[in-house]
């Protein structure tokens, strides 16, 4: 007892010298150093080839931003750098490479519908952030897809709140238990990139809460993230950087949030409405900011409280990092098992939309006749600041053993010399040339080549790309395929099929596409979204059934976009009216005729599974197939998702009790 009483009263104590350090220090800090504290250090890397610190020498090159350091009081400067998908830095540093790990992007992660996966690789993101010396990740971004043509969804998680929270919640605390502080974005209703800097996001109240905000509040709940990263946008006609209400009434009185609210990469606003609303900390800051604080608040004492609301806020941040810094233990990034991390990640998370009398999985010595550009390029992550500097990545053409057709391969790899800019992320992430036209350049095909491929394969194995980014949504026709790709895919089926062999359908896709008009030509379709570097890698081992795919779509596939009711005023550039509501992905189908071309929730096996409600409304569920799987329960309330749970590995014939 008297043990317990003592280790009390050290933490008490600490946590008491933590406070009075906060305080202390806010007493005796001038209004130059305050108005320092609030103000972000300036322009780190916007374009990740740049760097134009107006802080002198940056700790690490490439990182989004930093904070001022107060030397005379002993405030380090904090470092913060994107991204969801891996730590983007300039790929070299001081002298050495600094590659980071390119994991699958958000949206691919999600679809594993595993929180103990995202806290995995949260801890993978955590570790390499912090061997790279960045105390913050601008991550997870977790915005609800509330349309398909969103150019950021690829980082989101899902179209249901209950799920992006609980996923969000298990990447932040992986990472945060390595020490790095997380910064869930983009808080709030930044549902598409048109207009994102002025746009008008309007949305009743009841939608706010039970749809936009409800994310938010999970992840707050449950992970307690060190930051919260305030919007470009508007909501309801106020800048979300600007309003009290979201900022202060919502985040901290009715959630509680005890962390820093730190604002989306803005240049200058209004910098007193934003401190006076409680954003605590202006990224990436510029003189011209500081400039208007410099008299601010000087002449009432109200507003002094309010800039030492936020610099209270700043200084409790830097402490967190002051402790986790202390506690690190500085490593080189574990590059090589994360890799091996990212391969099994990305194969979690894969998705079986299709797979006619058992096309897959192949037996490993199947001879392959590959089409498509992006089989030889793929796409393995987004554009913008969810970019990743990566050593490496592996494309399906680099993995398959017995491609055949040598004149095809021949015809691929001329056409890729030609095309180089066709799939490049990296330079300007967020201008680069191809930015909103997410449909690839597909390579024309001869029928010609394509009979010469089968006529020596077992089986034909086409890729579509998909790419999109950060700063342009996707345009309504890179919904649809391209003429080339239905060119391709019906080509390719034709030849395939007079043959008596089958062609698989690999969809390296960075958002929703239509498949209702051409997936009867495909034998099997595999989605693996945008998988990282590992990614040629991750499909093999799927489609050879060394993993068996338990992915699960955490969004709805339409047949067409007028299906989904946001289509009516998605992407409107100034107002964007949410005038659907709640009816967001599957909710937009309750009581409705029509159905989608694909649910939420739904994925395949290679194996089979029974499921069974006990009396305790927890399921038994069975393997009851061939090969080992795993497999997702969901749980539903008033028709939307109340709760799920994936089952580990069964082997044929296991059981396992998943509970609510
Ligand atoms: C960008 C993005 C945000 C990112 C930040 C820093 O504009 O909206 O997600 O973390 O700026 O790069």
């Known amino acids: 007892m008297r043990r317990v009483l003592c280790s009390l009263l050290f933490v008490m104590c600490v946590f008491f010298a933590h406070a009075a ?17 609030v103000i972000g250090g300036g322009w780190g890397s916007l374009f990740s080839g740049f760097n134009i610190p107006f802080c002198g020498k940056q700790q690490v090159p490439g990182a989004a931003g930093v904070t001022h350091a107060i030397k005379r009081l002993g405030i380090p400067s904090v470092v913060m750098a994107d991204g969801p998908a891996g730590v983007r830095i300039k790929p070299r540093q001081h002298g050495k490479t600094a590659y980071a790990t390119a994991f699958p992007v958000g949206c691919c992660l999600a679809s594993s519908w595993d929180v103990g996966l995202m806290e995995e690789v949260g801890g993978a993101l955590g570790e390499e952030a912090a061997a790279y010396g960045v105390d913050i990740l601008l991550s997870p971004g977790m915005n609800i897809m509330r349309s398909p043509l969103c150019g950021r969804n690829y980082e989101y998680y899902s179209e249901d709140p209950l799920l992006t929270g609980k996923l969000a919640a298990g990447m932040v605390r992986g990472i945060q238990g390595k020490g790095v502080g997380t910064s869930v974005k983009h808080f709030a209703c930044n549902n598409q990139e048109t207009g994102r800097m002025h746009n008008d996001s309007q949305v009743d109240s009841l939608t706010l809460f039970n749809i936009y905000f409800k994310p938010f509040e999970i992840v707050i709940r449950e992970s307690n993230p060190w930051t919260v990263m305030s919007s470009y946008n508007l909501l309801n006609g106020e800048r979300t950087q600007e309003s009290r209400w ?15 609210v730190i604002s989306d990469w803005t240049f200058r606003r209004r910098t007193r409405r934003q401190i006076e609303a409680g954003n605590n900390l202006m990224m990436p800051g510029d003189v011209l900011q500081r400039m208007d604080l410099k008299k601010a608040f000087k002449e ?12 209270k806020r700043v200084l409790q941040l830097v402490e ?8 690190r233990r500085w490593r080189e990034p574990r590059l090589e098992e994360h890799a091996v991390l990212a391969r099994r990640a990305a194969a979690e998370s894969f998705v079986l939309l299709c797979n006619e009398g058992n096309t897959l999985p192949l037996s490993p010595d199947v001879r392959i006749a590959l089409f498509g550009a992006s089989s030889y390029d793929m796409v393995i992550g987004g554009t913008g600041s969810g970019h990743v500097n990566a050593a490496y990545k592996v494309n399906l053409s680099d993995v398959i053993g017995n491609s055949v057709g040598e004149r095809l391969k021949s015809e691929y790899r001329r056409w890729a010399k030609g095309n180089k800019h066709r799939n490049k992320a990296a330079g300007f992430g967020f201008m680069q040339k191809y930015l909103g036209r997410g449909a690839l350049k597909e390579m024309p095909l001869k029928r010609e080549w394509i009979r010469e491929a089968l006529d020596s394969a077992d089986i034909a194995l086409v890729t579509v790309g998909r790419q999109a980014g950060e700063g342009r949504d996707r345009e309504r026709s890179d919904f649809s395929l391209t003429g080339e790709e239905r060119d391709m895919l019906c080509a390719v089926s034709d030849e395939a099929h007079l043959r008596g062999k089958k062609m698989v359908v690999v969809l390296n896709v960075s958002g929703v596409i239509e498949t209702m008009s051409w997936r009867s030509l495909a034998d099997a379709v595999l989605l693996v979204w945008c998988p990282g570097q590992e990614g040629g890698n991750a499909v093999m081992d799927v489609l050879t059934g060394a993993v068996n795919p338990s992915g699960r779509l955490t969004m709805t596939w339409p047949m067409r976009l007028e299906d989904l009711p946001s289509t009516r005023n998605f992407g409107d550039e100034d107002v964007t009216r949410y005038e659907e509501r709640d009816s967001v992905g599957y909710r937009a189908y309750f009581d409705s005729e029509r159905i989608p071309a694909y649910e939420f929730g739904y994925g395949l096996s290679y194996t089979a599974f029974s499921e069974e409600t006990l009396t305790d409304g927890s399921v038994l569920v069975r393997n009851t197939g061939r090969m080992a799987g795993r497999h997702v329960v969901m749980w539903m309330k008033n028709r939307c998702l109340s709760s799920f749970r994936k089952t580990r590995l069964l082997q044929p014939g296991e059981e396992e009790v998943l509970r609510e």
């Open 21 to 37: 350090n906060v305080d202390s220090l806010l007493n005796v800090m001038t209004h130059k150093e305050k108005v320092r504290l």
């Open 246 to 260: 979201l900022l202060t009434d919502v985040l901290r009185r009715r959630w509680h949030y005890e962390g820093a």
């Open 300 to 311: 009432n004492a109200d507003g002094e409280n309010m800039l030492d609301t936020c610099v």
């Open 320 to 327: 967190k990092v002051q402790r986790a810094r202390e506690e």
